[in-house]
């Protein structure tokens, strides 16, 4: 059976101090690993996507990295507008998307 | 602008009496999905559809119902609504291809009393 879990399931920062969220997943045939963002209130919201183990993408304060097992959603020197729930997905055979249950950050000034 | 458009916001029900949730996306995807969202679950799939006519069970399809007639619209439909069915809702739209990203409508709480 498909699998993603997260950890933390949540995550306090102070301003400036970096940090790292998990997605450890166990799939047949991963065709893509997502991170998507979600404000409260609101729907998720695209950040990246990770094809191949080795892969990193970047966006201003964050950056995601894959492995064969688990992709960390790296945060460096957080702003309290970063506070969000951080998701991620797997794209298995078939294009079936299985989601984890997120990781609440928490970026206090 | 682009965007996924879902209605109502918020609803608040009896069990048992029928209601549709709209979803609407104004970007042309081919691909549309319905998710529900639980604490603690993630967002788990309802209902797919890879074009028009063409829908798909996801992993909780019982108690509900979609229909895409048109490629824009894809409405979720609750037939007998029960209090397990309370939950957020969320349509979501993509091109439907290989690392196409979903595009989130706003959401819609419904609660079932």
């Known amino acids: 059976e498909d699998q993603v879990t997260q950890s933390p399931e949540a995550l306090r920062l102070q301003e400036g101090e970096s940090s790292s969220l998990n997605c450890s997943y166990t799939?047949?045939?991963?065709?893509?690993l997502f991170w998507y963002r979600q404000d409260p209130g609101k729907g998720p919201e695209f950040l990246f996507t990770?094809?191949?183990a080795g892969e990193e993408k970047e966006k201003e304060r964050l950056k995601a990295t894959l492995t064969k097992k688990e992709s960390f959603l790296h945060i460096t020197a957080p702003k309290p507008e970063d506070s969000a729930t951080y998701l991620c997905?797997?794209?298995?055979?078939?294009?079936?998307?299985?989601f984890g249950a997120g990781t609440i950050l928490r970026v206090k000034s | 602008e682009a965007q996924v458009t879902q209605n109502p916001r918020y609803l608040i029900t009896v069990t048992g009496k029928k209601l549709t949730v709209t979803c609407s996306q104004n970007?042309?995807?081919?691909?549309m999905s319905w998710y529900r969202q639980d604490p603690g679950l993630g967002l788990r799939q309802i209902y797919y559809?890879?074009?028009?006519?063409?829908?798909d069970k996801g992993d909780v399809p019982e108690g509900y119902k979609v229909s895409r007639k048109e490629k824009r619209n894809f409405p979720l439909i609750l037939e007998s609504p029960s209090p397990n069915q309370t939950s957020l809702y969320f349509c979501?739209?993509?091109?439907?291809?290989?690392?196409?990203?979903?595009?989130f409508g706003n959401g819609t709480r419904l609660t079932v009393t």
């Open positions: 979501a739209s993509s091109f439907g291809r290989l690392g196409s990203p979903l595009h």
């Open positions: 799939v047949s045939g991963l065709r893509g």
């Open positions: 990770l094809y191949s």
């Open positions: 997905a797997v794209q298995a055979e078939g294009n079936k998307l299985v």
């Open positions: 970007m042309n995807h081919e691909y």
């Open positions: 559809s890879m074009n028009v006519e063409v829908t």
